[in-house]
Nanobody, 122 residues
């Protein structure tokens, strides 16, 4: 299993970024996928998740600003981030949640990508 994130960078407050996570080594279309983040000096925070059937869920902190989507033909999950705030600064990870734990339990995720840095600053 391999998860490779891309798309991070430096953006001004109010700006946008789109993160991508390309997956391999498993049946992507059948798997739920999650995004989580870790801000400097803080613990892991679940951000968003998407099931194989397309159902989506968001943490309250990003609801209305972030959009998760997937392209099963490309084995890729995306996180479109709009209206970015300085408090969104973090390393963002995509991950495969466990079937038992579900999309929100980061401590039960089965596989992780290497992470991509997002910095929101003027």
């Amino acid at each position: 299993v391999q998860l490779v994130e891309s798309g991070g960078g430096l953006v001004q407050p109010g700006g946008s970024l789109r993160l991508s996570c390309t997956a391999s080594g498993f049946t992507f279309s059948l798997s739920a996928m999650s995004w989580a983040r870790q801000a400097p000096g803080k613990g892991l925070e679940w951000v968003s998740g998407i099931y194989g059937d397309g159902r989506t869920h968001y943490a309250d902190s990003v609801k209305g600003r972030f959009t998760i989507s997937r392209d099963n033909a490309k084995n890729t999950v995306y996180l479109q981030m709009n209206g970015l705030k300085p408090e969104d600064t973090a390393v963002y990870y995509c991950a495969i949640p466990s079937i038992v734990g579900g999309i929100m339990k980061t401590n039960e995720y089965e596989y992780w990508g290497q992470g991509t840095q997002v910095t929101v600053s003027s």
